[in-house]
């Protein structure tokens, strides 16, 4: 009897294949790469380009000397991996070396030890980033200020992000109101706030997920149940408490939550495969997001959120099963 072999997923019926898909997603990146290196210079460029090639580099050693298996670099899955890490960490000169951390954690084992592309069950650029944030907290929160377009100097000064002053000034006895070094909501959809280099500028973000909308690499279901969930429940908050509580447009502009939605929680290989499903996985990460945001004890919650999705991701895909063929 012929034995059938099953690759990792996705399983997708269509002319597509892993690499030309995995080679849209970095071409979707571009935008968010130009504008973090015009909004924070060299440093940027620096821990963008480390972090692509120790992402790439680890991956080959594992496959030719611990897999054994051909490389698999030529499908640009590490470069995605490699540029969603360098998006997710500050654009210092300390994170240079620290992101070369956050990719051999990325790869080894949030990749390549569940067995490469298709088997991993968590998003590896989170599992490097929330590595990175537990252990290099000052360093993962010490963030650069947005200069003058094109900046080239290496030394950058720093500043808090918006959800780091709604945090520090809610815990010191201040009212919202009371806080008056947010940024205006113009300043948080361009991007000239604090926050890591591939998160603050909405517009960037907007032209890459059009870009997989239209080419159909994603689907409009996680990020508007995400974006839609994180957006009702801060205004639920907001509406009962708007000195305690941030508004909701606020929420959506500051922090990870555009990036994740559109980016990471979209990833086919680590959320759900069903339409029922993705709309409620969006659900749970933005409902997670807002729930560590105001309580818990970091000011953003999307990577935490996500990565708790990407572990229910099994029982989802159990419930939502679609209909067997014929019933």
């Given amino acids: 009897m012929k034995l059938l072999n099953i690759s990792g997923s996705p399983h997708v019926h269509s002319d597509e294949s892993t690499k030309r898909i995995m080679w849209r997603v970095n071409m979707a990146l571009i935008p968010m790469f130009l504008v973090g290196i015009a909004f924070f210079g060299l440093n940027a460029l620096l821990v963008s380009l480390v972090s692509v090639a120790c992402c790439c580099l680890f991956q080959w050693l594992i496959e030719k000397f611990i897999m054994k298996v051909p490389s698999t670099l030529c499908d640009g899955s590490a470069v995605v991996t490699g540029l969603l890490l360098a998006f997710n960490v500050p654009a210092t000169a300390d994170m240079i070396w620290i992101v070369a951390i956050g990719a051999l954690v990325a790869i080894g084992l949030g990749k390549m030890s569940f067995g490469g592309l298709g088997k991993n069950p968590f998003n590896p650029a989170l599992v490097g980033r929330v ?90 279901h996680i990020p508007v149940s995400f974006i839609g969930t994180a957006f009702v429940f801060s205004g639920i908050l907001y509406l ?88």
């Fill in 131 to 220: 590595f990175l944030l537990i252990s290099f907290p000052v360093q993962m929160t010490t963030w650069p200020t947005v200069g003058k377009w094109f900046p080239m100097a290496f030394d950058t000064t720093t500043g808090a992000t918006p959800l780091g002053l709604v945090k520090e000034g809610l815990k010191s006895g201040k009212k919202l109101s009371e806080i008056t070094d947010m940024p205006s909501l113009m300043d948080m959809f361009l991007g000239h706030i604090g926050g890591s280099f591939g998160e603050v500028c909405a517009v960037a973000i907007l032209i890459g997920a059009i870009y997989l909308l239209c080419t159909k690499i994603i689907s409009w």
């Fill in 240 to 327: 009962c408490n708007p000195e305690q509580f941030i508004d909701p447009v606020t929420t959506i502009l500051t922090g990870g939550i555009m990036l994740g939605a559109c980016f990471m929680a979209t990833d086919m290989v680590t959320s759900p495969m069903s339409k029922v499903g993705q709309l409620i996985f969006g659900f749970g990460c933005g409902l997670l997001t807002i729930i560590i945001r105001n309580w818990g004890s970091y000011p953003e919650g999307v990577s935490f959120a996500i990565l708790l999705m990407n572990a229910v991701t099994p029982l989802i895909n159990r419930w939502c099963k679609p209909a067997r063929f014929a019933k």
